[in-house]
């Protein structure tokens, strides 16, 4: 089973940052588009940001537009999800996913492989 591997997710307070990375040792990352997304206790798993395996356009849901950043860097296989002015909202499971080919599709049912999640939690 192929599968990614988040890592970054931690405690911190309003207003601070964390950068989540996703990478792989199974595959490369090169011809797949990257989304992140999260799942808040009692809540649907939502589209966070997405970003292109064609001409690495990225895309994000508006609550986060302006303070998350999406990125690649296809030399170390890694994608990453630089998180600024975090809020208590923001606070859920991370999961990065794969897909072939993928021009960045917001919904989870167009990737293929996904990471175990890891935590946020913004709290005071």
């Known amino acids: 089973q192929l599968q990614l591997v988040e890592s970054g997710g931690g405690l911190v307070q309003p207003g601070g940052s964390l950068r989540l990375s996703c990478t792989t040792s199974?595959?490369?990352?090169?011809?797949?588009?990257i989304g992140w997304f999260r799942q808040a206790p009692g809540k649907e798993r939502e589209g966070v940001s997405s970003?292109?395996?064609?001409?690495?356009?990225?895309w994000y849901t508006d609550s986060v537009k302006g303070r998350f950043t999406i990125s690649r860097d296809n030399a170390k296989n890694t994608a990453y999800l630089q998180m600024n002015s975090l809020k208590p909202e923001d606070t859920a499971v991370y999961y990065c996913?794969?897909?072939?080919w993928g021009t960045g599709s917001p919904s989870p049912n167009e990737y293929d492989y996904w990471g175990q999640g890891t935590q946020v939690t913004v709290s005071s």
């Open positions: 996913a794969a897909d072939l």
């Open positions: 199974q595959f490369t990352l090169d011809y797949y588009a």
């Open positions: 970003i292109s395996s064609i001409d690495h356009s990225a």
